[in-house]
C-alpha cells in the first residue's frame, strides 16, 4: 500500500472534520487513531479550528507530514456522523486507498437537509420570541424573518462574505425587518422579536467547545475558539445596534 497516499487521504479525513464542525479533541483522536491502526510510528498531531497539521514515521523508517488548513466552516452533523463512521472503519478494517478515496467523495457531496435547516430557521426564531417574553403575534413575524434570514445568510455565503461581516450584515438584516413590522404595528414587542432572531446567530457551539478543549487542556485551540465566540457577539451586537440608531426614528 502506498504510504503517502495514505496519510494523504487520512489528512483529508482530518480536513473534513474540522470543516464541518467536529470538536478539536475529535479530529486529534480520529488522525492519530487512523495511523496507529496502519502501524505508523511517532505520530504527532496538532489541531486548532481551522488548521492542523500531522507528522508520521512509515514502516520503513521515513518520516512525512501533513499542514491542512480549512476557512468557511459550518457545522453539519450528517457529515462529522458519516465521517466518525468512516474513522471506524479504517481503524477497524483497514481497507486500501480507493476504498477510502470513494468514501471521501461521498462525504464531501453529502450537503445538509436544506428543507429542515430552512424550518429550524423559522421555528427556532419564531420559539425563542416567544420564550423571551412575546406573544404569537411576535412568534409568526419571527418565524418569518428566520425565513429570510435562511436565505439571506445563504447568500452571503455563496459570495464567500467572511464570517464576522457575515454575522454583522445578517443582524442588522433582522433588526431592520423588525423594526419594520414593528413600525406597522404588526408586533408590540420589538425586543422579543429582535432577540429571539438573533438566538440563531449566537455562537453557543463555539463557546460550548472552548470550554471543552479549555478543560481537556487544549488551551491554544479553547482560547481561540473562545476568542471567535466573542467576536461572533461583537459582530451580533454591533449590528443590532447600528441599525436602531440609524432606524430610530420608526422605534
Known amino acids: 500500500m502506498n504510504e503517502q497516499l495514505l496519510l494523504k487521504n487520512i489528512a483529508e479525513i482530518g480536513r473534513l472534520l474540522l470543516k464541518n464542525g467536529a470538536e478539536i479533541y475529535r479530529v486529534e483522536e480520529s488522525l492519530e487513531r487512523m495511523c496507529q491502526s496502519y502501524g505508523f510510528k511517532d505520530i504527532g498531531v496538532f489541531a486548532?479550528?481551522?488548521?492542523?497539521?500531522?507528522s508520521v514515521t512509515f514502516k520503513d523508517n521515513t518520516s512525512a507530514s501533513y499542514t491542512k488548513r480549512t476557512l468557511q466552516n459550518r457545522t453539519n452533523l450528517d457529515a462529522v456522523c458519516a465521517l466518525n463512521d468512516l474513522v471506524r472503519k479504517i481503524c477497524l478494517e483497514k481497507p486500501n486507498n480507493e476504498f477510502i478515496e470513494q468514501q471521501i467523495n461521498?462525504?464531501?457531496h453529502?450537503?445538509?437537509i436544506m428543507p429542515l435547516v430552512f424550518l429550524g430557521y423559522g421555528l427556532g426564531a419564531g420559539g425563542f420570541a416567544l420564550f423571551f417574553g412575546g406573544g404569537l403575534k411576535e412568534g409568526v413575524i419571527a418565524a418569518i424573518i428566520g425565513f429570510l434570514m435562511?436565505?439571506?445568510?445563504?447568500?452571503?455565503?455563496?459570495l464567500k462574505i467572511n464570517a464576522l461581516m457575515r454575522t454583522t450584515l445578517t443582524s442588522m438584516f433582522l433588526t431592520a425587518l423588525s423594526i419594520i413590522f414593528y413600525h406597522f404595528k404588526m408586533i408590540n414587542n420589538l425586543d422579543a422579536t429582535i432577540i429571539g432572531c438573533l438566538m440563531i446567530l449566537t455562537p453557543g457551539i463555539a463557546i460550548t467547545n472552548s470550554l471543552r478543549d479549555i478543560i481537556d487542556g487544549n488551551y491554544v485551540s479553547g482560547q481561540a475558539?473562545?476568542?471567535?465566540?466573542?467576536?461572533?457577539?461583537?459582530a451580533i451586537a454591533l449590528g443590532v445596534g447600528l441599525m436602531r440608531i440609524l432606524m430610530k426614528g420608526m422605534i
Do not use: D, G, K, Q
Not at 486548532?48 to 500531522?54: A, G, H, K
Not at 435562511?150 to 455563496?158: D, G, M, R, T, V
Open 48 to 54: 486548532l479550528p481551522t488548521y492542523f497539521t500531522i
Open 225 to 234: 475558539r473562545l476568542v471567535e465566540a466573542f467576536f461572533i457577539a461583537t
Open 150 to 158: 435562511y436565505f439571506f445568510i445563504w447568500i452571503n455565503e455563496s
Open 106 to 108: 461521498e462525504i464531501n
Open 110 to 112: 453529502l450537503n445538509p
